[in-house]
């Protein structure tokens, strides 16, 4: 799989259609609004892709937990991106797109993003000479912003590189993180738009706050990088955006708190929720207190989906046809 | 010396009587408001502190580039702090402080700082037992908010720790840098009140800003940690405070123009200015630089003075008397 990653088959099969899965991510991490996330395993979005003769790029279809998405091209996020990719690369080809949403819309766990990443890395499988990583980069944040309407990579990094990502407006940074460290992620069954939850932001932020959150961050990345909880336990706080966006979360101070009674390092909403997410030094306290988290989202009574994954998560790949199948 | 600083002869010589140089400091270094800072070699203020049978801190002298400070000690930074020593430890005895200051107020370059934190590490030093270096940051903070009116420790903490140090609220940590990395530090004569200079930062600032001046601050730490100067240069940028300083500072654009054309991997004021600053990969650029800075300062009408120092700067230290006589 790896090895097919940086150097696929050009087989006659290979160079006409490509699958690719990318994962779900936290995205701000609370103290990285807009630039730093982490992908999670166990959820995700699967992108078929066909290099069709005609110079236009097409949205087939979209199936799974989300279907009223817009087929148009220029309006879908992995179709903007793959519009961008051709522009920029001159092709003459164009590409069809099927997209398989195994994450939800309006959920805070890049939803868009993953699309439009799956899309990109299935179509950078099919190009003569694919492009590293690192140099689709562009390509997906012209697709998040039709989405989000913002030019934001906090989820895009993640699912490009796998793991914790610094995201900023021209560079993907990998930061590295202890092996055993997990995350709980929980997903409210209730649908938080992303450009209502930025709606709360519009205002200006004070010179005191700004300072306690880049206190925070410094903290948290230099904990990250010494594999140091105790750094983390002080940093991951976010004083700047949760304290605006916490009322738009049912049953925010009752998840949060759950997350916190089972040794988090911090927890906070994930990118504009209404998930949350707790991060743990061990499996089994992150087993634990998604559990804790789920019920008290069930005491709002809110369904909810549960995963737990280590921060480092996977980076999107191509998959296999029959394994997708 | 230094095995004087951990565990200080307690000779009835040394009990009485000790003094203490603090040195300058680069403060903000642009991307950490409030938080970060880093020592410089070459300027620093002296504190001789003697142990007399009063209850009470007296500020007995002021002598030095600054002689117009408040005697009273409570609206003394170094005198605040030591009351503040005092209280903390239920100290019966008190505190006689003479200071002889090296670095100008005003000047951007952590000048009330560095007598709050000599004149602590001098009466630490005569202390029944001494405290760690760390301990002694609230009661410097106590000190500087008698100065500045805000508890913000980005000079304390270099000056205690030596190098780039992060101050929080309530920890320091100090950061990792290549030793080979140097900065000029330039301070025109021309006062700059730090309570001006936070009067243009009132009013709120724009997320996009901030998220901005984030990625800036992550480039800039996990740059330093690494000894990656390219991602320092990408993050040393401050894009929150310096617009609305800058027009404080004379000839800033040319001051900073001539910063950058010697190779600077960022450049901007040091603390609340006037002092400017650019950090370098070698010292022969530090120096051509600083003298390019002096020469932009000069253009203006103004003098200046010039220090060129590894980031890795010298921590406050205990100082013979007859080396300080």
């Given at each position: 799989m ?11 099969h290979?160079a006409?259609s490509a699958q690719?899965?990318a ?17 999670v395993a166990?959820a ?10 005609e ?10 937990r989300?279907?009223n ?6 309006s879908n996020?992995a179709g903007?991106?793959l519009?961008s990719?051709?522009?920029a690369?001159?092709?003459r ?18 939803g868009?993003a993953?699309s439009c990443?799956?899309a ?12 590293p ?13 039709v989405?989000?309407g913002?030019?934001?990579g906090?989820n895009?990094g993640?699912?490009l590189?796998?793991?914790l ?12 993180v202890?092996e ?9 069954h209730?649908?938080?738009e ?22 925070n961050?410094a903290?948290?990345l230099t904990?990250?990088?010494r594999?140091?909880?105790e750094l ?5 706080k976010?004083?700047l ?8 979360v049912p049953?925010f101070?009752r ?19 209404p ?5 743990y ?6 087993e634990?207190?998604?559990a804790?988290?789920a019920a008290?989202?069930a005491s709002e009574?809110?369904a ?7 921060i480092?998560?996977p980076a999107?790949?191509?998959?296999d046809?029959?394994?997708?199948a």
């Amino acid at each position: 799989m790896s090895a097919q990653l940086m150097e696929p088959l050009i087989s006659p099969h290979r160079a006409l259609s490509a699958q690719a899965m990318a994962y779900a991510s936290v995205g701000n991490v609370a103290v990285g609004f807009d630039i730093l996330g982490h992908s999670v395993a166990g959820a995700g979005d699967r992108a078929v892709v066909r290099r069709i003769d005609e110079p236009v790029v097409r949205i087939a279809a979209i199936h799974g937990r989300v279907t009223n998405l817009p087929l148009d091209a220029a309006s879908n996020t992995a179709g903007a991106a793959l519009m961008s990719l051709r522009r920029a690369l001159g092709l003459r080809h164009g590409f069809e797109v099927e997209l398989h949403k195994g994450i939800a819309l309006g959920s805070g766990m890049g939803g868009s993003a993953a699309s439009c990443v799956a899309a990109l890395v299935a179509a950078n499988a099919l190009l003569e000479r694919p492009l590293p990583r690192e140099a689709l980069y562009g390509f997906a944040l012209d697709g998040e912003q039709v989405a989000s309407g913002s030019r934001h990579g906090d989820n895009l990094g993640p699912m490009l590189l796998g793991g914790l990502v610094l995201s900023t407006r021209d560079r993907l940074l990998r930061l590295s993180v202890p092996e055993a460290w997990h995350c709980a992620l929980v997903h409210p069954h209730v649908v938080l738009e992303t450009r209502q939850a930025r709606a709360v932001l519009a205002q200006g932020f004070d010179l005191h706050d700004v300072v306690a959150q880049h206190a925070n961050l410094a903290l948290f990345l230099t904990g990250c990088q010494r594999g140091d909880a105790e750094l983390v336990r002080e940093g991951l706080k976010d004083v700047l955006v949760e304290p605006r966006r916490s009322p738009l979360v049912p049953g925010f101070a009752r998840v949060k708190q759950a997350a916190l009674d089972h040794g988090a390092l911090g927890a906070s909403i994930s990118g504009a929720g209404p998930s949350m997410f707790g991060w743990y030094e061990r499996r089994e306290d992150a087993e634990r207190a998604a559990a804790a988290m789920a019920a008290a989202f069930a005491s709002e009574g809110l369904a909810s989906d549960v995963l737990v994954s280590p921060i480092n998560g996977p980076a999107a790949a191509l998959v296999d046809e029959e394994q997708a199948a």
